[in-house]
């Protein structure tokens, strides 16, 4: 299985940073990872401090594995136990082809909580905080109102996939971590849309593409969909904020 692979030679070049955890969270943790079109998203707690050795060994290891099938779907940030008790902290993290920094979020933390997979060392509950529903209630409606709700005026964004999908997707899993007081993977998301009022011909769409065969990307198609999300998703995520902001 090439994610398999993937894994196997990441841990084996990650080991000369002699880490205290590997451990994964998202699609790859919860039971819905769908091989070439999920992300790997992992962490990695490092004994100390990243130094511009540890950064470029980092890079180096990343770099190796490009050749690897699903490369580009693995990302990874780098905590330390010093670091992990603050989820507005930003870390050094491997992403989409390269370096960046960007903090390990109230949700994942939960996430890795409740079910994420260990795959070397200290699980997480013997190393990260523990989440108050509190903090995760409060990250969940900021994101929604800060982040999402303007992204919805952007019109040239939601005529791509990723945009339809995470934006609708990550509007099912806030609404029923605010309401149930869960997380829930993209799979359950899917289920969740219709009752939440999600225009159906869009939810066929984000499955069809996550799940089957994608029906063809023409223009007609993609203006339509853009419009049926914006359309549904603005006042969503308004109401959302208002209920539990």
Not at 29 to 50: H, W
Not at 55 to 78: D, G, I, K, M
Not at 109 to 117: M, Q
Not at 138 to 148: A, I, K, L
């Amino acid at each position: 299985m090439p994610t398999d692979a993937l894994l196997d030679r990441f841990l084996h070049g990650l080991s000369h940073l002699s880490p205290l955890a590997v451990w994964a969270h998202g699609s790859l943790a919860g039971g819905d990872y769908q091989e070439g079109r999920s992300d790997l998203d992992l962490i990695a707690v490092l004994p100390g401090p990243p130094r511009l050795s540890t950064v470029r060994r980092v890079v180096t290891l990343h770099r190796r594995l490009r050749a690897e099938p699903l490369a580009a779907q693995l990302h990874c940030s780098y905590l330390t136990p010093a670091t992990l008790d603050d989820p507005d902290r930003s870390h050094l993290t491997w992403a989409h082809g390269h370096v960046m920094r960007r903090p390990v979020t109230p949700v994942t933390r939960r996430e890795l909580h409740d079910f994420g997979r260990v795959l070397y060392g200290t699980p997480p509950r013997g190393l990260l905080p523990a989440v108050p529903d509190r903090q995760l209630d409060d990250f969940v409606v900021e994101d929604q109102r800060r982040f999402w709700r303007p992204a919805v005026d952007k019109a040239r964004l939601w005529r791509q996939d990723i945009w339809v999908d995470l934006g609708l997707l990550t509007f099912a899993r806030a609404t029923v971590t605010l309401r149930d007081g869960r997380l829930i993977s993209k799979r359950e998301a899917l289920t969740e849309l219709p009752a939440l009022g999600a225009p159906a011909e869009v939810v066929e769409d984000i499955a069809r593409r996550r799940y089957a065969e994608p029906a063809p990307a023409d223009a007609g198609r993609l203006d339509r969909r853009a419009e049926l999300t914006r359309a549904y998703l603005g006042p969503a995520i308004d109401a959302l904020v208002t209920t539990y902001g």
